[in-house]
């Protein structure tokens, strides 16, 4: 099992990905095979080269077009096209995943149903490739958790085949409205784009979240260089780690994760309901993995909450800051203590709606669990009026129809 982390302080690109994973040591032959297989053989020709930014050494990778590419495609034809491939399944999933997350942004900001959205930057093979590629170089290194550092969008304008068009792109600005992707501020950035609608959607169908590196032993670092000249190193660094590094071992049985925690509490007398939900949900967008209340008697009877946050110890030192500044407490209680936990992913599960992000676990038992994104449930419900216990149901149907032999 792997965990990736993708460092993208200049912005994410698919040929920035791309180009990392080949660092990594991806065979050429990973995405020229399925490439092959959706028909683009002779079509192109893929180069990579080393190059340096600010002084950094990293590599860069060209798509050229060797034969005469539509001006647009359409989302229905490029489904078409993937879901009647030989694909490997897992692959075509994710690719079809990358793509209706697009599909699905571009509709919104055009005002058009997904089926009738034309790609045109996207729809152009180096978009095929870089999509394709990358996933099937996620898939070749094993990578079943991927976690993404928040990207700078830019600022200015960009070209595009509707003219000239505000940074950040209106399909990057809803796709990080749709999936809760934190932004990391652009000021201090020459204009220009820095983060693309196809590399904003390969992280949102991958990363179970946009956080910084948690704890963990990097093992391999690959480096995608970007192709835009700025006033610093224009670079994609992939992380490659064990997953679990406490997975296993004396005392663990297969499959069970010991994971160090810290628990942060402050017993809070004088904040009303809504400054203690404020509190408890910028604490959680903090990093805090547990965030809960009790109601409690203090002194002279008084009512109060305890506000309890279970917390990465490399994450307490943000989390007290939250504190210091949200809440009236003058002091936090921290308590190292251990969790086990059962192994985990996330991934994008395509429906006739769109795609829904979900959650498995797997028991040491053998047996997997799956839970659906709520905050996708309910952005489909709103979209096509339907119920929430509809929808839900149809992802667990279509979960449980991958199950079966």
């Given amino acids: 099992m792997t965990l990736a982390y993708v460092d993208c302080p200049t912005g994410l690109a698919g040929d920035m990905l791309l180009a990392a994973l080949f660092d990594l040591g991806l065979p050429r032959e990973r995405v020229e095979e399925p490439l092959a297989q959706v028909g683009l053989a002779g079509g192109y020709r893929l180069q990579w080269q080393e190059g340096r930014s600010g002084g950094l050494r990293g590599l860069t990778v060209h798509v050229e077009a060797l034969e005469p590419q539509p001006l647009h495609r359409p989302w229905s034809a490029i489904r078409t096209l993937l879901e009647t491939s030989p694909l490997e399944g897992a692959l075509r999933e994710r690719v079809v995943a990358v793509f209706q997350w697009l599909a699905e942004a571009e509709g919104a900001v055009h005002g058009l149903p997904p089926e009738q959205v034309h790609f045109h930057e996207v729809g152009a093979i180096d978009a095929l490739v870089d999509v394709v590629g990358v996933c ?51 000021a201090g950035f020459p204009p220009g784009e ?10 949102v169908t991958w990363a179970s979240r946009f956080a910084q590196a948690p704890a963990l032993v990097p093992q391999r670092v690959g480096m995608g260089l970007g192709t835009r000249t700025l006033d610093r190193p224009n670079l994609l660094r992939l992380w490659l780690a064990p997953s679990s590094p406490q997975q296993g071992g004396p005392g663990l049985e297969a499959g069970e994760i010991l994971e160090p925690l810290l628990l942060q509490q402050a017993q809070v007398d004088d904040a009303s309901p809504e400054d203690l939900a404020f509190l408890m949900e910028e604490l959680r967008g903090a990093g805090g993995l547990e965030v809960f209340s009790q109601p409690i008697a ?21 989390l007290r800051r939250v504190w210091w500044t949200h809440s009236s407490s003058l002091g936090v209680r921290e308590q190292l203590q251990q969790r086990w936990s059962l192994p985990r992913s996330s991934r994008s599960l395509a429906t006739p709606w769109g795609p829904v992000r979900i959650k498995e676990a797997h028991s040491p038992t053998g047996r997997r669990t799956m839970k659906p994104e709520y905050e996708d449930l309910a952005a489909l419900a709103r979209r096509h009026g339907l119920p929430l216990h509809q929808l839900r149901a149809a992802v667990q149907a279509a979960w449980a129809s991958e199950e079966r032999p």
């Fill in 194 to 203: 820095l983060t693309t609608p196809t590399g904003l959607a390969l992280m």
């Fill in 136 to 186: 099937a170089g996620l898939l070749h290194f094993g990578v079943d958790e991927l976690i993404c550092a928040p990207p700078p969008a830019g600022h200015g304008t960009v070209r595009t085949a509707h003219g000239p068009l505000p940074l950040p792109a209106p399909a990057v600005l809803e796709l990080a409205v749709r999936a809760a992707v934190p932004l990391a501020s652009s």
């Fill in 298 to 318: 203090m002194k002279k009877g008084r009512p109060a909450a305890l506000i309890s946050v279970l917390v990465a110890p490399e994450r307490a030192g943000t």
